[in-house]
Each structure stands twice: as C-alpha cells, then as structure tokens.
C-alpha cells in the first residue's frame, strides 16, 4: 500500500497494448511517423488551437526545454520556491539556459500571485548589472496539490504581457487540475496567456511521456534545435507517441485523473474525521498532507505503509493514483484511527 507518489504505479494496460501495437510496423523516424502526427492533431483538439506538439521522455526535459527556448542566459525565471524547477531538477534549467537565474516567489499553497509579478517583473530591466527579467512558470496542479483558477492564471498571463515576459506551465498534474475546475483546457492555458505547456502523463499512467506544447509557435525553430542539441530529440518517436494516443483516446486521461482525485477525497475526509489528524492543507487534486502524532507516522510505517515524511517529521504527504483501489485508502484509514484512539489512550 504505497502513497509515495503516483510515480510509483505502473502503466495503464492501454498504453502498453499502445507500445505494443506500435511495435508492428516499419515506419519514419523523428517524429514523421503517422502515430505522432495523429497525437499532435489530437491535442490541437483538445487545446482548440493550432499548436505544436512535442513528445518527450521526462517532465524535466519538457521544463528545461520549454524554458530554455523562453529565457537567454541573462535572463530570470520567476517561479515559486517550492515549484519542481527551483527544487527537483538539479539545475536542469540552469543548464540548458546556459545560466538564467530562478528568481523563487513564495505563495500559499505553492501558488504565485500576479501581484508577485506585478512588483518583481519590471526589476533590473535595462540594467546591465542585473538579469534581465524573462519568463514565469507556474505549476498547475501545484506540490501542495492546489490548483490556480482561470482568473489566476489570467492574471498572472496579465502581468507577463505587461513586463514582456514569457509565460510556462509546468502541467505534470494538469489532467488532475481541469477536471477538478471542470473548465476546458484551452481556457486554464493558452486562452489565460500561456505560451508553452509542460502537459504531463507519466504520473497519470503513461510508461514514461510528457508532451511540450507550444501555444506560441514562434518558439518553435529554437525549441527544435535545444531538443537535438538537449538529446531528447528520439529516433524511434512512434514509441512515445503510442503512449500518448492511448492515453488520449477516450479521454483515458480525464477518467484516470478523476479516479486519483476521487481516492484522494476518500482520504482527506477519512482522515479530517479522526480525532489526532490535522490537514495541512485543502484537498484539491490528488495529494494530501496531512499531519499525525509521531507514534502513529511510525506505527503506519511499521504496518507496511509508505508515504513521505515531508519535513523529516510528521507532516505526511499522501498521493493517490490512477489506480489506487478504494480498499487500500480504507486500510490506511482504518489502521490510522486504531493507532491514533491507542495514542490518545
């Protein structure tokens, strides 16, 4: 019974009938093959606009490459403190800006505000002393599990305008934020001034695919080349490919955030009902922090329960999937209130 992360699940049977399938035919390389093109028809569906689609591996390639194609090597990256870019990519974006600079922004809930934009967007502009203010990236669902609404987003997209910056969404739990706000997806992106998406799948029953999408088609000569010269431009395309059509088809997508959603409701109320749990913060998505008694956190984990420790202590950051069976969060629920009344006993 594993709440790590929804890294941790396998893939969903249609994507690997998907890889299968594709694995039948002679077809063109990088890219040129018909399972790519369909995908990328797909998604201009999907986004309600003529976008360019970009299969790669790994959500921080599809960060770092983004980005790079957004930001010079003077340039600032405004993100949140908490935000994957600032904090898990080693550097990542560093690197393959060839030196831009994160410039970190607090926010409850892992959320930048547009007032934050607003106040640093302008800064050291025309200074040649200072980075040159450039881009933004928010995360959309954030780590905390938050989700920006449309009208945050657009604010945001607002203030970039204003100051000339670019404008990126880290969407590895994208799939779990729209069907949370029930908006469509070209309103919570390109409609609210997103230029580059980061649209994830692999935490959402993929084997291992992000798509990049470019809102703005300007960035697409460059984000070609950083791709090639990043090592991310695959030969054999049709296998990320496969992964994404399955993963669209049918709105598979939509079906396995809404039950990872669901799971994770089934928890947080579960929990807030125990006496000893406090939530840390509201259960938007598919991630709970919660925080329990120290020997409870040890009795779970002595139980076969796993999860993180999210400040080495008892904050616990529970994260449920597109699988995860209803008897797992109810097991966890029952074993936390048996040791939680002996703790209080």
């Given at each position: 019974?594993?709440?790590?992360?929804?890294?941790?699940?396998?893939?969903?049977?249609?994507?690997?009938?998907?890889?299968?399938?594709?694995?039948?035919?002679?077809?063109?390389?990088?890219?040129?093959?018909?399972?790519?093109?369909?995908?990328?028809?797909?998604?201009?569906?999907?986004?309600?606009?003529?976008?360019?689609?970009?299969?790669?591996?790994?959500?921080?390639?599809?960060?770092?490459?983004?980005?790079?194609?957004?930001?010079?090597?003077?340039?600032a990256i405004f993100c949140h403190e908490v935000s994957h870019i600032a904090v898990d990519e080693c550097g990542a974006p560093e690197f393959f800006t060839g030196g831009a600079k994160l410039v970190t922004l607090g926010g409850k809930g892992g959320k930048i505000a547009a007032a934050e934009i607003e106040a640093r967007g302008g800064a050291g502009k025309g200074v040649v002393h200072h980075v040159q203010p450039a881009a933004v990236s928010i995360t959309q669902a954030t780590e905390f599990g938050a989700v920006y609404r449309q009208e945050e987003i657009a604010a945001v997209g607002a203030a970039c305008k204003r100051h000339g910056l670019r404008y990126h969404m880290d969407g590895a739990r994208f799939a779990n934020a729209l069907v949370t706000l029930n908006r469509s997806p070209a309103d919570l992106t390109w409609r609210a001034g997103v230029e580059a998406l980061s649209f994830g799948a692999t935490k959402n029953g993929a084997l291992g695919v992000e798509a990049v999408i470019l809102f703005d088609k300007t960035l697409t000569p460059e984000f070609e080349l950083r791709r090639k010269r990043g090592g991310h431009l695959f030969s054999k395309m049709r296998y990320l490919s496969a992964q994404l059509e399955a993963y669209l088809e049918g709105d598979l997508w939509l079906a396995n955030a809404r039950h990872a959603n669901a799971m994770a409701k089934r928890l947080a109320e579960g929990l807030a009902r125990l006496p000893g749990s406090q939530l840390e913060y509201e259960v938007e998505t598919n991630e709970i922090f919660v925080r329990l008694p120290e020997p409870a956190v040890a009795g779970l984990e002595r139980e076969g329960f796993r999860f993180y420790r999210w400040d080495g202590a008892q904050l616990l950051r529970l994260v449920a999937a597109w699988n995860t069976p209803a008897a797992a969060v109810d097991a966890f629920l029952a074993a936390a209130k048996r040791l939680l009344a002996a703790n209080a006993a």
């Amino acid at each position: 019974m594993d709440f790590r992360s929804d890294n941790v699940t396998g893939a969903h049977p249609k994507v690997l009938e998907a890889l299968v399938a594709a694995n039948r035919d002679a077809v063109s390389s990088y890219g040129e093959d018909p399972i790519s093109e369909r995908v990328t028809r797909k998604l201009q569906a999907i986004f309600e606009t003529d976008c360019a689609v970009f299969p790669v591996a790994t959500g921080t390639a599809a960060n770092v490459l983004a980005l790079s194609s957004m930001t010079p090597p003077w340039g600032a990256i405004f993100c949140h403190e908490v935000s994957h870019i600032a904090v898990d990519e080693c550097g990542a974006p560093e690197f393959f800006t060839g030196g831009a600079k994160l410039v970190t922004l607090g926010g409850k809930g892992g959320k930048i505000a547009a007032a934050e934009i607003e106040a640093r967007g302008g800064a050291g502009k025309g200074v040649v002393h200072h980075v040159q203010p450039a881009a933004v990236s928010i995360t959309q669902a954030t780590e905390f599990g938050a989700v920006y609404r449309q009208e945050e987003i657009a604010a945001v997209g607002a203030a970039c305008k204003r100051h000339g910056l670019r404008y990126h969404m880290d969407g590895a739990r994208f799939a779990n934020a729209l069907v949370t706000l029930n908006r469509s997806p070209a309103d919570l992106t390109w409609r609210a001034g997103v230029e580059a998406l980061s649209f994830g799948a692999t935490k959402n029953g993929a084997l291992g695919v992000e798509a990049v999408i470019l809102f703005d088609k300007t960035l697409t000569p460059e984000f070609e080349l950083r791709r090639k010269r990043g090592g991310h431009l695959f030969s054999k395309m049709r296998y990320l490919s496969a992964q994404l059509e399955a993963y669209l088809e049918g709105d598979l997508w939509l079906a396995n955030a809404r039950h990872a959603n669901a799971m994770a409701k089934r928890l947080a109320e579960g929990l807030a009902r125990l006496p000893g749990s406090q939530l840390e913060y509201e259960v938007e998505t598919n991630e709970i922090f919660v925080r329990l008694p120290e020997p409870a956190v040890a009795g779970l984990e002595r139980e076969g329960f796993r999860f993180y420790r999210w400040d080495g202590a008892q904050l616990l950051r529970l994260v449920a999937a597109w699988n995860t069976p209803a008897a797992a969060v109810d097991a966890f629920l029952a074993a936390a209130k048996r040791l939680l009344a002996a703790n209080a006993a």
